[in-house]
């Protein structure tokens, strides 16, 4: 069965901190991998995604992902946080069929000065 | 481009009430799906749409029913509301056919029903 594992709820960090935030996901095909932000009180924004070729992809605000097919992870990262970053993360698998969009459960991301 | 557009942004039903939510897109997507969002639980599919006149459920369908007369809209009604449909509910669009897979979504439309 299709599913994506966020295995932290809730990550604090400082300000100018890396950041890691993990990914695991179960999918029986070739996954297409996504991260996507979402600040309060808004909808979903695209971060990053993975379809094919190099594992390692470069996304908006200065985030980036690495897909590892050996351990199932899709795990995205970021240099250094801005207080700006603080939001709800959203890993998601899919595939090319129209309704396998699978969500984990967010990890809320809180940045201190 | 407005992209995905939602209404109304909030508000509160008495149970047993009915309600429409509408979600419009101008980004001419074959695909819109509509998704609600639990505290701690992600987004769970509710009903999705591949184009106009073609409607399938999702994983939580019960107490919805959806419409796709147009490619642009995809309302989402509740016949008879419950408390357990308190949630966040999010419309999205992707058009898999020209192979965009990420979707694209809506800014929510947060209900509650007491």
């Known amino acids: 069965a299709q599913s994506v594992t966020q295995p932290d709820i809730h990550i604090t960090v400082s300000e100018g901190a890396s950041l890691e935030l993990r990914c695991n996901y179960s999918?029986?095909?070739?996954?297409?991998l996504f991260w996507y932000v979402q600040s309060p009180g808004q909808g979903l924004q695209l971060l990053l995604k993975?379809?094919?070729?190099?594992?390692l992809v470069q996304g908006i605000k200065g985030f980036e992902a690495e897909f590892k097919r050996s351990q199932s992870s899709f795990n995205l990262r970021k240099p250094s946080v801005h207080w700006s970053d603080a939001a709800e993360y959203f890993c998601?698998?899919?595939?090319?069929?129209?309704?396998?969009?699978?969500f984990g459960t967010g990890t809320r991301l809180t940045v201190i000065p | 481009n407005a992209g995905v557009t939602q209404t109304p942004k909030f508000r509160i039903l008495k149970i047993g009430q009915s309600m429409t939510l509408q979600c419009t897109q101008d980004?001419?997507?074959?695909?819109m799906y509509w998704y609600r969002q639990d505290p701690g639980m992600g987004l769970k599919l509710i009903y999705y749409?591949?184009?106009?006149?073609?409607?399938d459920k999702g994983e939580v369908p019960n107490g919805y029913n959806v419409s796709r007369s147009t490619t642009e809209d995809f309302p989402l009604r509740l016949e008879l509301a419950a408390p357990s449909q308190t949630s966040v509910y999010f419309c999205?669009?992707?058009?898999?056919?020209?192979?965009?897979?990420?979707?694209?979504f809506g800014p929510g439309t947060r209900l509650t029903v007491t």
């Open positions: 993975y379809f094919s070729g190099d594992t």
């Open positions: 999918y029986g095909a070739t996954p297409y």
């Open positions: 749409s591949v184009g106009a006149g073609i409607t």
């Open positions: 999205a669009t992707t058009d898999i056919g020209l192979g965009v897979y990420e979707q694209y």
């Open positions: 980004m001419n997507h074959n695909y």
């Open positions: 998601a698998v899919g595939g090319t069929g129209a309704n396998n969009l699978f």
